[in-house]
C-alpha cells in the first residue's frame, strides 16, 4: 500500500530572494524521514512552488480534490495573490473529501489569499482586511520597525519562544521527549500575525505565545475540527499558524540563510542548544499524523 502523501507547497512562484519551498527542505526532510514499525515510509512527502497557468491557476491546487494527496501544508508568503478563485474551490473540495489542511501566514498582509478559504480565512486576521477584532491590537507590537499589524514580536529568528499551551493540552503538543510531556517551546520570530477562532465553535487556540515587546499575548495556532461547509458537509482537520517561520530552514538553522530582505539580526540560541527544536520537530511529526485522520465524533476539549 502507498504512503499517503503530503504536499508541501508556497503561493508565490519560484524566486530565488524570496520564501520559495526550497526554504523549507528541512521541514520536508524531517517528513520524509518518519516511518512506520515495519520501517515503510509513514508519508510520501512532494514539495512545489504555486505554478499559475495562462488562467493565473494553479493546475495542482485547482484539482487537489481529485488528487492522492491526503494533506496540505500551504505556506502562504504572499500578499494577496496567491490562490485564483479555483485554487480555493479546488481547496474546499479537498477538505469536503477529508483532506487535512495546515496554513501559515505571517505578519501584516503576508498570506492574505488565505480569506477566501472559508472557516480557515476567518481564523487568520490582517492588516488591510478581517483584522483583529480587539481594537487595542491594531497597532503596532514594535515601534522601531516598518512592519504594520498584527506584528507580534515573539524573540529573534534562531531563538526560541517560550508557548503556553491551552487547556485541555492538545495531543498535537504532547511529546515524551518534553519536560512534562509536553512541547513548550517553538522557534521566534520577530514578526508572527494573528490568528483567533473568530467565534467559530470548531476553532480552539491550542497554544499562546507572548510578545518580548509588549507582553501581549497571541494565538500560536489555531485547530479546527468537526468543522463543516456552509451546506453542513463534513471537512477535514485543519490548522492555521501564526507564522511559517515556525517550520523554514532559517528559523531552525540560521547557517542556512534567508531572503536579503530580511534585516533583523539573528539569535543563536538553538545553535547552541538544538535538543528543544528536536523536541518541537516533534509537534510537526504530530500535526502530520493529526491532519491524516478524520475527525472524531467530539473534539479533543469536549474528550478531556
Not at 505554478?51 to 508568503?77: I, Y
Not at 488565505?114 to 507590537?141: I, M, T
Not at 494573528?194 to 497571541?218: E, H, M
Amino acid at each position: 500500500m502507498d504512503a499517503p502523501q503530503i504536499l508541501i507547497q508556497t503561493t508565490i512562484p519560484m524566486s530565488p530572494d524570496d520564501w520559495h519551498v526550497g526554504r523549507f527542505s528541512l521541514l520536508r526532510e524531517h517528513l520524509a524521514s518518519l516511518t512506520n514499525p515495519d520501517g515503510s515510509p509513514r508519508y510520501e512527502v512532494l514539495a512545489r512552488n504555486r505554478e499559475p497557468d495562462e488562467h493565473g491557476d494553479d493546475p495542482v491546487l485547482r484539482d487537489l480534490g481529485d488528487s492522492d494527496v491526503t494533506q496540505l501544508w500551504l505556506l502562504a508568503v504572499d500578499t494577496g495573490d496567491g490562490l485564483s478563485p479555483k485554487d480555493a474551490a479546488g481547496l474546499h473540495a479537498f477538505r469536503r473529501r477529508g483532506g487535512g489542511l495546515l496554513t501559515a501566514r505571517d505578519h501584516q498582509d503576508m498570506g492574505l489569499c488565505l480569506l477566501c478559504l472559508d472557516s480557515l480565512g476567518r481564523v487568520n486576521y490582517f492588516h488591510s482586511k478581517h483584522p483583529e477584532a480587539e481594537e487595542s491590537r491594531r497597532a503596532r507590537d514594535e515601534s522601531f520597525s516598518h512592519i504594520d499589524y498584527p506584528n507580534y514580536h515573539s524573540g529573534e529568528n534562531g531563538d526560541y519562544q517560550t508557548i503556553v499551551p491551552t487547556e485541555p493540552v492538545h495531543e498535537l503538543l504532547r511529546s515524551a521527549r518534553a519536560p512534562g510531556g509536553v512541547i513548550t517551546q517553538f522557534p521566534a520570530h520577530p514578526h508572527e500575525g494573528a490568528v483567533g477562532t473568530d467565534g467559530l465553535p470548531q476553532a480552539r487556540s491550542i497554544a499562546t505565545g507572548k510578545s518580548t515587546n509588549t507582553g501581549r499575548t497571541f494565538n500560536i495556532a489555531i485547530a479546527l475540527e468537526n468543522d463543516v461547509d456552509h451546506a453542513g458537509r463534513p471537512l477535514g482537520r485543519a490548522v492555521a499558524e501564526s507564522s511559517f517561520h515556525h517550520f523554514t530552514d532559517y528559523n531552525w538553522n540560521i547557517a542556512l540563510g534567508c531572503p536579503s530582505f530580511v534585516i533583523d539580526p539573528p539569535g543563536d540560541e538553538i545553535a547552541k542548544n538544538p535538543h528543544p527544536l528536536e523536541i518541537f520537530k516533534d509537534y510537526v511529526t504530530n500535526l502530520a499524523d493529526w491532519l491524516s485522520h478524520p475527525p472524531q465524533a467530539k473534539p479533543w476539549w469536549e474528550r478531556n
